[in-house]
């Protein structure tokens, strides 16, 4: 047998991952709206180019029929569930650390993102989101004279 070095923090961390998976698995939680403790959320990546805005998410181990991409009032939402794997009974879990369930997250566009012409895909694990930019008006300014 190895000596194995304490680490307190690392105990900790287990900690607090238990205290929630405890909490999120009270059904009076979740009766009561406040699941968003079993929640993970997805890392994502926004970049900027010159003719659209893409959105790079990391959703590992999600099925592209668990993935709903959806626009209203100008904000884009992005929402799924990751599920869990089914295990045989002859298997011992001995830890999981990877988290499973729903997941949403929303970006606000920016005032020339076009909305009508937003389109996805979704390879490896990550989904890319692309949003096409409007052509601005770039229309010279004037003076406007005080009477």
């Not at 923090?9 to 009270?26: F, M, Q, T, V």
Request: no cysteine; hydrophobic share 35%; glycine share 4%.
């Amino acid at each position: 047998m190895g000596i194995t070095r304490f680490s307190p923090l690392s105990e900790l961390d287990d900690l607090g991952n238990w205290i929630n998976r405890l909490i999120g698995a009270s059904p009076l939680l979740r009766a009561a709206g406040e699941s968003s403790l079993t929640q993970w959320r997805p890392s994502v990546d926004v970049s900027e180019k010159p003719d659209e805005y893409v959105l790079r998410a990391e959703l590992p181990s999600v099925k592209k029929e668990d993935i709903n991409i959806s626009v209203r009032d100008r904000v884009l939402r992005l929402h799924g569930e990751r599920r869990q794997e089914h295990r045989s009974d002859e298997e011992r879990i001995r830890r999981i650390e990877r988290s499973y369930g729903s997941f949403s997250r929303t970006f606000a566009l920016p005032d020339d993102a076009d909305a009508d012409a937003i389109n996805a895909e979704y390879k490896d694990g990550v989904l890319s989101v692309h949003i096409a930019r409007m052509k601005s008006d770039a229309s010279p300014s004037k003076q406007v004279p005080i009477n």
